[in-house]
C-alpha cells in the first residue's frame, strides 16, 4: 500500500500531505472534521472509564462540528470555515473525536455512506483505535473504498509498552500490527499517530517508534505532548512529575524523525493544535505560525547540513 511520490518539490524534503493530495486529486484538498457522535471503549467501560491519559473531554476533537447537527449539516459548516482559503472545493470528510469504527456496522455505514455523498467530498478519514476493527467493520471499509478512497487514522501514540500503560492507551503493539494487516489487506490507507515528548520516553525511544511505523504505515501524523486542562495528564505535570519539550527540542526529534521516515510515507502533520483556552504546556505550542516558520527552518536546515541539494 506504499506510495510512490513524483521527486519532491518539497524543499524541506519530506512527502507533506499537500504535496499527496495535489499528486491524488490534482488539487489542493482540505479535511473537514466532523462528529460521529461515539464513544471509546477506554471511557465506556468495555476497556476502561478514564480514557487515555492525555486525551481530552472531547476526544481529541476540539475542532469537529458537533454531533447534534447531521453528517450533511455538519460537513456544510465545516466548508463555511475553509471556504474563504480554497477556490477548488475539494474536501475530504475527516471522522475525528473519539473511536469511529466503535460502533454497529448498520450505524457506522449510514454515517459513511452520508459523509460520501456529496460531490465534492473525495475521500473519507476515519480515526479509530486498532482494538476496534473487527472483520464486519473491515468489510463495511473495503466496500465504501470501492465508491471513494478511505483512509484509517490509528492512534498508536507510541510502540513502547511501559509507557502505553502509563497513558492507558489500553492494547497491545500486537493490535496495532494486525490491524494495519487487515486493513492493508483489505486496500485501505493507514496512518499512524505518533505522540513525541511522552513522559519517560527518551529521543531514542521516540526515534524506534517513528522507525517502527515507517515500515508498515502510509502516512504519519506527528504530534507534540500537549498537556490539557481537565486531563490526568495536567495532574502529573502540575504535580512535576515531568517536563514537556522545548521548540528546540521538538525540532530536533521532528528533524530526525522524518530523515528515519521512508521517502514514500506522508507526512500528515509536523505538530498539533492544541485547545488554546485548556492548554496548560507547552505555551510555545500556542504560537502556531512561530512553531510552522521554526520548525521549517529547521527542516530545511538540517537538509543542507546532510549534504542534500
Not at 460521529?36 to 491519559?53: F, L
Not at 529521543?203 to 505532548?225: H, I, N, W
Request: glycine fraction near 8%.
Amino acid at each position: 500500500m506504499k506510495h510512490s511520490p513524483m521527486q519532491h518539490d518539497n524543499p524541506k524534503h519530506y512527502y507533506s500531505l499537500n504535496e499527496y493530495y495535489k499528486q491524488k486529486y490534482g488539487k489542493k484538498v482540505y479535511r473537514l472534521a466532523i462528529s460521529g457522535g461515539m464513544t471509546c471503549p477506554n471511557r465506556d467501560g468495555t476497556i476502561g472509564e478514564r480514557g487515555c491519559i492525555f486525551c481530552s473531554a472531547g476526544g481529541s476533537g476540539e475542532f469537529a462540528s458537533s454531533a447534534g447537527l447531521t453528517v450533511g449539516e455538519q460537513l456544510e459548516v465545516a466548508k463555511r470555515r475553509v471556504r474563504s482559503k480554497t477556490r477548488d472545493n475539494l474536501y475530504i470528510a475527516y471522522f475525528q473525536p473519539f473511536t469511529n469504527t466503535y460502533a454497529p456496522v448498520e450505524k457506522l455505514r449510514a454515517l459513511y455512506e452520508a459523509a460520501i455523498a456529496p460531490d465534492d467530498i473525495v475521500g473519507l478519514s476515519i480515526g479509530t483505535r486498532p482494538d476496534c476493527l473487527p472483520p464486519e467493520v473491515i468489510e463495511l471499509l473495503r466496500e465504501i473504498n470501492r465508491k471513494k478512497p478511505v483512509t484509517v487514522e490509528l492512534g498508536l501514540q507510541t510502540i513502547h509498552e511501559a509507557t502505553a500503560a502509563y497513558i492507558r492507551r489500553g492494547y497491545p503493539l500486537s493490535a496495532y500490527d494486525e490491524a494495519v494487516k487487515a486493513l492493508h489487506k483489505a486496500g485501505i490507507e493507514v496512518v499512524t499517530h505518533v505522540i513525541l515528548g511522552l513522559p519517560g520516553e527518551t529521543e531514542e525511544m521516540m526515534l524506534e517508534t517513528a522507525a517502527y511505523v515507517g515500515r508498515v504505515t502510509d502516512g504519519v501524523k506527528l504530534q507534540l505532548l500537549h498537556v490539557l486542562k481537565g486531563t490526568e495528564l495536567a495532574v502529573d505535570y502540575l504535580n512535576g512529575l515531568f517536563r514537556t519539550l522545548t521548540l528546540e527540542e521538538y525540532a530536533r526529534i521532528l528533524c530526525r524523525c522524518i530523515r528515519i521516515l521512508p521517502d514514500n510515507v506522508v507526512i500528515y502533520r509536523l505538530t498539533g493544535d492544541g485547545d488554546k483556552k485548556s492548554l496548560i504546556a507547552p505555551q510555545w505550542s500556542a504560537d502556531k505560525k512561530r512553531v510552522l516558520n521554526y520548525i521549517n527552518k529547521s527542516l530545511a536546515d538540517n537538509r543542507i547540513q546532510q549534504g542534500e541539494q
